[in-house]
C-alpha cells in the first residue's frame, strides 16, 4: 500500500517579548486541530511551532525586565510558551518546539545566507528608511503619523496603527534584490489557491505590489547584536525575520535531508501575511526550494473592540483561571469555532464562550451521552452493526431515514469543511447531529419503550440506541481534532474499543459500525464535561 504524504503544518513562532495570550494559542490550536484531523486517516503528520527569540525588541524587553542575559529571558520567556501549548494539548511531538537561538537553527540560518550569497541577489549598500522596532521591519512613510507627544525640539513619528514608535535608521545593510522574484512570486500566488480565505489572497497581492525592488536583510551588529552573525561579516547580523523564517526549514532538517518539503499549510496572522506570501516564497525561490502549498490566514481576537497588545493592556491570558472556567477542551472549542478562523476580527467575551460551551458542548453533546446511557433504557447488548446497510435497517425501522442519511453523510461534508478551513462548520455539523439525536429521545420516548415489554417496543429500543451511540461514537471521533479529551471521552463512553479501529479498512467506519456489546452505562454526564460557571 502507497504511504499518505505527510501533512506538515506550521504555526508562526512567537516572539517571546511578552507572555503569551489567547490569540497566541489560537494561532496554534489552528494547527492542531489540522493536522489531528489528518491522522484520523492514518495521515502521517508534522506539526512545527516554537519562539523567535532574536531582535532588538527581544533584547529590549529583556533589558527592561532586568535580565542580564538575554538568553536566560528567551528560556524563561519560551518555557511559558512551551507549558501552555503542553497544557491546551497542542501535540508538536511530531515536528517539535524550535527557538531561534538554538544551535541547529543558527545553522540552518547561516546555511540558507550562503545560499543566497550564491545567488548572486544579495549585495551591500547604503540604506535609509523608517524602522519601527515594534514590527521589526522597515515600513513606509505612509504608514506614520506624527506623534502628539513630540519629544522637546524633536518632530516625533509613530506607526498609524499602533501608535508604536519608529527611528529613521541611515545605514548600511545586505540587500536582496527582489525584481525577478516579485514576478515569481506573482505567478506563485495566482497558482491556484495559495492564499486562504480568498480576500487575504487580494490583500496579499495587493502588497505585493507594493513591495520595494530592494529588501533589507540584514542590521549594523552595532545597531542589533542579538541575532545570527551574517557569515563572513561580523559588522552584520541577519535580519530578524529572515532568521524567524528559516525555522521552517530548520524544523524540516535543513540544511540536512528534509524529512518533508514543502509544507502543506501555514497558519499565519493578518498582520504577518506580507512576511509569509511574499518575502517568504521571494526567499525560497531564490534558494530553488518549493514554497508552501498554503497559506491559512486568520483574524485577530480583540478585547474591548481593539487588538490586544502588551501596551494597550487588554490582553487576555490563557492562564489557570480560564482553563478552569471553560476546561482546557472548552477553550479549544470556542476559540476554534469562532470569528477568526474565518479571517474575521472578533471580540474575546468570557461569558459568551461561556455559554457556547454549556450549550453546545453541555447541554447538547454531554446530555445525549447522558440520556442515551440512562440505566432505565440500558440494553446488555445491542444487535451487530456490520454494514451501512443495517444502519439503514434500523431507520427504517423507526422511519428516521433522514437521521441515518445525516450520519452517513456526516465524513463527507467535513471532510470539505476541513479542506476549506471552516471550523466553525464544523462545529455546527457536529452540533446538529446532537440536536438531532436528541429529538430523537423526544419522538421515541425510550423510557417507556422499555417498559413495556412487547417485542415491537424492544426492537424499537434497540433500534434507536443503534443509532443514538453510532452518532455518538462517529461525532466523538469527528470531535477529536477540535477536543482531544472529549473526543476520546465520548467514543469509549459510546462503546468504542481499541480492538476496534482495526476491523475496519476506514477509521471512520470503525467507529460508526463497531459491533460490540456496551458495557454497563458510563456516560454520566459530568463524566464527560461539567456545566460551566456562568459569570
Ligand atoms: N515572531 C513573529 C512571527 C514569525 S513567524 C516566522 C510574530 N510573532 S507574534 O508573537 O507577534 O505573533 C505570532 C502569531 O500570533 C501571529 O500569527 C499573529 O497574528 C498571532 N497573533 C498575535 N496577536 C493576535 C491576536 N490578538 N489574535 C489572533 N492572533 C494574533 O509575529
Known sequence: MQRAATYFVTTPIYYVNAEPHIGHLFSSCLADSLARYHRLFNRPTLLTTGCDEHGQKVEQ?????????????????????????????????????????????????????????????????????????????????????????PVAGKEKFVMRETGQPVELCSEVNWLLRMNDLKSEVRKYLTSGRVVVPDRYSESALRQLNSTPDTLSVSRPTSRCSWGVPVPGDPSQTVYVWLDALCNYLTCAGYPNHLRAWPPTDQIVGKDILRFHAIIWPAILIAMGLQPPNRIICHGHWLCDGRKMSKSLGNVVRPDEDLFNRLSRDGLRYALLRSGPVTGEDADFQLARSIHTVNDELVNCMANLASRASSPKIHRRSLPPVESHKDLLRHAANLNEHQFVEQLLNLSDSLHSQWSEVRIHHVADSLVSVWRSANSLFDRWHPWQLAKSDDAESMSKLDSLLVLVFASLRLTGLHLTPLCPTLGHRLMSASGVDKSDTVRFDSPIDSVLLCPRELAAPSASREHLIERREVL
Open 61 to 149: 524587553a529583556s533589558i527592561q525586565a532586568g535580565f542580564q542575559n538575554v538568553q536566560q529571558f528567551c528560556s524563561t520567556n519560551s518555557n511559558k510558551f512551551r507549558l501552555l501549548f503542553d497544557s491546551a494539548g497542542i501535540d508538536y511531538s511530531t515536528g517539535g518546539f524550535l527557538r531561534t537561538s538554538e544551535l541547529r537553527h543558527v545553522d540552518c540560518v547561516s546555511s540558507v545566507w550562503n545560499r543566497l550569497s550564491s545567488s548572486g541577489l544579495l549585495s551591500k549598500a547604503s540604506y535609509e528608511g523608517w524602522y519601527s522596532t515594534s514590527d521589526e521591519c522597515f515600513v513606509s512613510a505612509d504608514d506614520l503619523v506624527r506623534s502628539e507627544d
